[in-house]
């Protein structure tokens, strides 16, 4: 079978090369009447542009380099899925590679990312420096999602991670709990320690004082949720609630705890962080903090092509949002004082082997 050029479509459109090319990249003065010729015999020959040409010819790869931290996590799975359909139709392809935390990795893939004549950058999370940020924002149009970087706001996506943890803690203290038992994010992410922050204020506004033995740090996976929970609860330190960074980390906590044949939440009761999909059908189903990630990625891939073609680029505000759902008890006053109690009579359970 011959292969359709664009010699072909501009000799059965009876125009030039030019223009047909003109057409095709959508670039450059045509008149209406060769522009309908051209397309007809397009769609008459089934005719497919090479991609390649066409970005030797406009400059233009027409690909959009995407670096992700972790691609089998599924906040992150759902920020790509958010870019693909905020470039979707927009005839760009993304490009996704790893950078795995690791900021030495995260620089040599986005170099190889830039090697690879993408037309815009998305980093998603990451730990590459601002002065690394900013220089590489002269160099190609940039969007940085989940982080915020001073001096580079309009370029920026996010939510506070503050205000969504300082809502999960207050609600807890609303429902009658006093002794909150956090499991922490790695401490080395920006997110995870503005979680951390809106805890301990959350406590401190409620005249709670921080106690060092209910916090404990995670890692962000289920494995780290279940490890942190036994901890919490071989210390024998009396919590009746905890706020896990994540919902992966509480649906470890969750494990551990039935492990344990403690009951959720008329045991201890547990709040999240994202609303992941998998939330809502737990048992309970876990009460969490929404985090738009789906709404994020999509507007980070329009930021982006905004950015490619120079339009202008105004970046909105996310919000973050309680979802209350079965996995948190209400404790009245009479119940509160005899907890003590109920959790020393449950303690060969925590520090036994049944």
Same mark, same amino acid.
């Not at 990795?105 to 190889?112: A, N």
């Given at each position: 079978?011959?292969?359709?050029?664009?010699?072909?479509?501009?000799?059965?459109?009876?125009?030039?090369?030019?223009?047909?090319?003109?057409?095709?990249?959508?670039?450059?003065?045509?008149?209406?009447?060769?522009?309908?010729?051209?397309?007809?015999?397009?769609?008459?020959?089934?005719?497919?542009?090479?991609?390649?040409?066409?970005?030797?010819?406009?400059?233009?790869?027409?690909?959009?380099?995407?670096?992700?931290?972790?691609? +089998?996590?599924?906040?992150?799975? /759902?920020? !790509?899925?958010?870019?693909?359909?905020?470039? &979707?139709? %927009? #005839?760009?392809?993304?490009?996704?590679?790893?950078?795995?935390?690791?900021?030495?990795?995260?620089?040599?893939?986005?170099?190889?990312?830039?090697?690879?004549?993408?037309?815009?950058l998305i980093i998603l999370g990451g730990k590459l420096d601002k002065d690394y940020l900013f220089n590489l924002a002269q160099k190609i149009p940039l969007i940085i999602l989940g982080r915020e970087i001073s001096g580079m706001e309009n370029l920026c996506l996010t939510i506070s991670n503050?205000?969504?943890?300082?809502?999960?803690?207050?609600?807890?203290?609303?429902?009658?709990?006093?002794?909150?038992?956090?499991?922490?994010?790695?401490?080395?992410?920006?997110?995870?320690?503005?979680?951390?922050?809106?805890?301990?204020?959350?406590?401190?506004? +409620?005249?709670?004082?921080?106690? /060092?033995? !209910?916090?404990?740090?995670?890692?962000?996976? &289920?494995? %780290? #949720?279940?490890?942190?929970?036994?901890?919490?609860?071989?210390?024998?330190?009396?919590?009746?609630?905890?706020?896990?960074?994540?919902?992966?980390?509480?649906?470890?906590?969750?494990?551990?705890?039935?492990?344990?044949?403690?009951?959720?939440?008329?045991?201890?009761?547990?709040?999240?962080?994202?609303?992941?999909?998998?939330?809502?059908?737990?048992?309970?189903?876990?009460?969490?903090?929404?985090?738009?990630a789906m709404e994020l990625g999509e507007e980070a891939g329009k930021a982006i092509l905004n950015l490619i073609r120079n339009k202008s680029n105004k970046i909105p505000s996310f919000n973050v949002n309680l979802v209350i759902r079965d996995s948190i008890s209400i404790l009245d006053k009479?119940?509160?004082?005899?907890?003590?109690?109920?959790?020393?009579?449950?303690?060969?359970?925590?520090?036994?082997?049944?």
């Amino acid at each position: 079978m011959k292969k359709i050029t664009i010699n072909d479509i501009a000799k059965e459109a009876q125009v030039s090369i030019s223009t047909v090319s003109r057409v095709m990249t959508n670039k450059g003065y045509v008149s209406d009447e060769k522009r309908e010729a051209v397309l007809r015999i397009v769609k008459e020959m089934n005719y497919k542009p090479n991609v390649f040409a066409q970005s030797l010819a406009t400059g233009n790869s027409m690909t959009i380099g995407v670096l992700t931290q972790r691609i +089998s996590s599924p906040i992150f799975d /759902t920020m !790509l899925l958010g870019i693909l359909k905020g470039i &979707e139709g %927009s #005839g760009y392809l993304p490009i996704f590679a790893d950078g795995n935390w690791d900021p030495k990795m995260e620089r040599s893939v986005t170099q190889k990312l830039l090697e690879r004549k993408v037309d815009g950058l998305i980093i998603l999370g990451g730990k590459l420096d601002k002065d690394y940020l900013f220089n590489l924002a002269q160099k190609i149009p940039l969007i940085i999602l989940g982080r915020e970087i001073s001096g580079m706001e309009n370029l920026c996506l996010t939510i506070s991670n503050f205000q969504g943890a300082y809502l999960a803690t207050s609600y807890l203290i609303k429902c009658g709990h006093h002794q909150i038992a956090h499991i922490t994010g790695l401490q080395t992410h920006p997110d995870a320690s503005e979680r951390l922050n809106g805890y301990v204020q959350a406590l401190s506004d +409620s005249g709670i004082e921080k106690n /060092t033995n !209910l916090i404990i740090d995670g890692d962000y996976t &289920e494995l %780290s #949720g279940i490890t942190a929970t036994e901890t919490l609860l071989d210390r024998g330190q009396y919590f009746s609630a905890i706020f896990a960074g994540n919902d992966q980390m509480a649906y470890g906590a969750m494990f551990a705890l039935n492990k344990r044949k403690l009951n959720v939440p008329n045991d201890i009761s547990i709040i999240g962080f994202d609303n992941q999909v998998p939330s809502a059908y737990m048992n309970p189903p876990l009460s969490t903090i929404h985090f738009p990630a789906m709404e994020l990625g999509e507007e980070a891939g329009k930021a982006i092509l905004n950015l490619i073609r120079n339009k202008s680029n105004k970046i909105p505000s996310f919000n973050v949002n309680l979802v209350i759902r079965d996995s948190i008890s209400i404790l009245d006053k009479d119940n509160y004082n005899n907890i003590p109690e109920f959790w020393d009579k449950k303690k060969i359970l925590y520090h036994g082997n049944n």
